[in-house]
């Protein structure tokens, strides 16, 4: 048994971390806007777009791929539906490294290897070199995402979240745009190769620059590293580091403050412990049914418009990209709405809406490209909005100790979705028709709506009080 005079002396060191925590994620909260917390979200946000750009890359190769080495449809999915096994694997990786190493070491990682294989994909030379390249960057890609969302979200201060945390999250869609634009233009023009070297070589870039950025100052405090948290802390009140470094009088008032975030160690299994598995249940549900849809589409739509419409390859690239262009427009005006409107009530009107154009879409027959132009960009553009605010939503109802991990798990199943997805998609396309696809996906984001409903609404709290 601890001696008194030792318990006393623990109790002591307990209460000041507990003081000194609490007053830190205060001095957070209470921080001036400045170009610092700006700089971290263009930086990481960067890592996003080439993210995205990666991730969709495959698309905008695949009609020539497909003409070139005489895919079948069902090898056009597989390759499509490889990087989401790959993404499902970095997820945990990634999001484990996170907890126990860093936000900023996992991240940089990542990117790394997300970039690297991007130019690996140029010297594949058929099928299956370009199916391993496919998994392995698929590693970094999953590995990056909800990372940076963790690191994001926890840069954030309650008021005025949401608009802070989507402003940084449009990068993602501004990326897939970029992936549909660049495509458009090289791959016709230089052929499918470049649009992996458009990803590799500035990706490489990125992932230096994301290698420089201060670690995030809530998972400092959670490891009880307090000297390095106060340091970043002092940044992000002046926006400049070597003025931030002065000394400054230290906060004594901490009455009424929310308890300090847990230092104890992380549980892959606290996600499902009982405060917590409603929440996970919720957010598992609408990861699934909205990346089923959006990634189905999204990696689809270029193959159908030359394929099934008979389109030119420039006409069905300039086609598909355009969903991305109306993702970016409603991700834009989420992000001044998000904090009056609120979380549930947006990610369940984009479900419905999303659900209703797909299924009109289905039921006249989809007999015409003009129909799927129309009803498809616009049906991507509303869930895509939803998926950006999913982004934005999950590290919200975790706390530090196991936000990235608890995001990490949520976009497992965007990868689950999105593997099964077009491999489905070809199945229907090969023996039902294309308007059983659309159906389908109406169906999916029917259940999405319902699972809305279930969602907490978190706008203008604080992290610590939505998730203890």
Known sequence: MMPSKERETAGQAGTDAAHRSAALLARMEEAPATLWRAKCRVVMGSATFFDAFSALSLAFALP?????????????????????????????????????????????????????MSL??????????????????????????????????????????????????????????????????????????????????????????????????????????FDEAEAIVRQMETGDGARGLRSRAPVTDVAGLDAPPSAGQTRWSEPLSPFYRKRTLIVWSLWACAYFVANGLNNWMPSLYTSVYHLGLRQSLRAASMTNVSQVVLVLISAFTIDRIGRRIWTGACFVGCGVLLAILGI?????????????????????????????????????????????????????????????????????????????????????????????????????????
């Open 64 to 116: 020539v791929l497909t003409s070139l080495w005489h895919l079948s449809s069902r090898q056009a999915g597989l390759l499509i539906s490889i990087a989401y096994v790959g993404q499902l694997l970095g997820a945990f990786l990634f999001t484990w490294i996170a907890e126990k190493f860093g936000r900023i070491p996992s991240g940089t990682i990542a990117v790394a290897i997300m970039a690297v």
């Open 120 to 225: 690996g994909c140029c010297f594949a030379n058929g099928f299956t070199p370009l199916l391993v390249c496919r998994l392995v960057q698929g590693i970094g890609i999953g590995g990056e995402m909800p990372v940076a969302a963790a690191y994001i979200s926890e840069l954030s201060q309650a008021r005025g979240r949401g608009r802070f945390f989507l402003l940084y999250e449009i990068i993602f869609p501004v990326g897939l745009m970029a992936a549909g634009q660049v495509g458009a233009l090289l791959v016709p023009a230089f052929g499918w190769k470049a649009i992996f070297v458009a990803a590799g070589i500035p990706g490489l870039i990125v992932a230096l620059l994301l290698a420089n950025l201060p670690e995030s100052p809530r998972w400092l405090i959670s490891k009880g590293r």
């Open 364 to 468: 006249t027959g989809a007999h015409t490209a003009l129909a799927v132009m129309i009803f498809g960009t616009l049906s991507y553009g509303v869930l895509g909005s939803a998926n950006a605010v999913l982004y934005l939503y999950t590290p919200e109802v975790y706390p530090t100790r196991m936000r990235a991990i608890g995001t990490g798990l949520a976009t497992a199943w965007l990868r689950i979705a999105s593997a099964t997805g077009p491999i489905l998609v070809g199945l229907m396309v090969d023996h039902g028709g294309i308007a059983t696809v659309f159906l389908v996906f109406a169906g999916v984001s029917a259940l999405g709506a319902l699972a809305s409903i279930g969602m907490i609404e978190t706008r203008h709290k604080r992290l610590e009080t939505i998730a203890p």
